[in-house]
């Protein structure tokens, strides 16, 4: 059985994931840590629960979700796994942290490209992966049936849904993720957004005052 476990990170409050199962593997997805304190957070966790991460990945690669990917990967050596499409994305971190004030230095390890089509396997777990763009370029959440559980990035809030206004997104582009890939999941699929608390699709479908189904 997937469990799931949530940090709240950074200035911008990103939630930063780690999946694992028994055994005792387990997905990082958007390390946002942005100092020592949450980095020791980070890493204690996966420590007392004796963890192995095998995997890297980001639901896409603005500037808040993209913090620890080097960390990652200079401690486990895991490769990060992104959409072809959100390389240009990861590239201009640097130069969208300037603009913030503070540095950033660009990731160096390499990148495993991923597709919709593809899975991710955890032991007996499968990992789904949905192309969600609209927030950024090429946007993935990841979903598991069997927990009921759906990463949704910056694509779908508790009653809203990501911005539109940075390049690459696209409001059109959006909704259409979330009304053909997000909203066709069951009624009680739990949704871990990358900012904020969880909500569920059925809620979201009745009440999201940005994309409702009524």
């Given at each position: 059985?997937?469990?799931?476990?949530?940090?709240?990170?950074?200035?911008?409050?990103?939630?930063?994931?780690?999946?694992?199962?028994?055994?005792?593997?387990?997905?990082?997805i958007d390390p946002g840590f942005s100092n020592e304190t949450e980095l020791e957070e980070f890493v204690r966790f996966?420590?007392?629960?004796?963890?192995?991460?095998?995997?890297?990945?980001?639901?896409?690669?603005?500037?808040?979700?993209?913090?620890?990917?080097?960390?990652?990967?200079?401690?486990?050596?895991?490769?990060?796994?992104i959409h072809k499409g959100e390389q240009v994305v990861l590239q201009?971190?640097?130069?969208?942290?300037?603009?913030?004030?503070?540095?950033?230095?660009?990731?160096?390890?390499?990148?495993?490209?991923?597709?919709?089509?593809?899975?991710?396997?955890?032991?007996?777990?499968?990992?789904?992966?949905?192309?969600?763009?609209?927030?950024?370029?090429?946007?993935?959440?990841?979903?598991?049936?069997?927990?009921?559980?759906?990463?949704?990035?910056?694509?779908?809030?508790?009653?809203?849904?990501?911005?539109?206004?940075?390049?690459?997104?696209?409001?059109?582009?959006?909704?259409?993720?979330?009304?053909?890939?997000?909203?066709?999941?069951?009624?009680?699929?739990?949704?871990?957004?990358?900012?904020?608390?969880?909500?569920?699709?059925?809620?979201?479908?009745?009440?999201?005052?940005?994309?409702?189904?009524?």
């Open positions: 059985m997937l469990s799931i476990h949530r940090f709240v990170f950074n200035p911008f409050q990103e939630n930063t994931y780690i999946l694992y199962n028994e055994t005792g593997k387990c997905l990082i996966i420590d007392e629960k004796k963890l192995e991460p095998v995997y890297l990945l980001n639901t896409h690669c603005h500037i808040d979700h993209i913090l620890g990917n080097q960390f990652v990967y200079d401690t486990w050596k895991l490769p990060l796994h201009s971190g640097p130069k969208v942290a300037e603009m913030y004030g503070f540095s950033l230095e660009a990731y160096t390890g390499p990148l495993v490209f991923l597709e919709a089509s593809d899975t991710i396997s955890l032991g007996s777990d499968t990992i789904t992966l949905l192309f969600t763009p609209g927030h950024s370029p090429a946007s993935l959440s990841f979903y598991h049936k069997e927990s009921g559980i759906l990463i949704s990035g910056d694509t779908l809030f508790s009653g809203s849904i990501g911005r539109t206004d940075l390049p690459g997104g696209d409001f059109a582009t959006l909704e259409h993720s979330i009304r053909t890939r997000l909203y066709t999941l069951p009624d009680d699929t739990k949704v871990y957004s990358g900012h904020g608390p969880g909500t569920s699709i059925g809620y979201e479908r009745k009440h999201n005052p940005f994309v409702n189904e009524g």
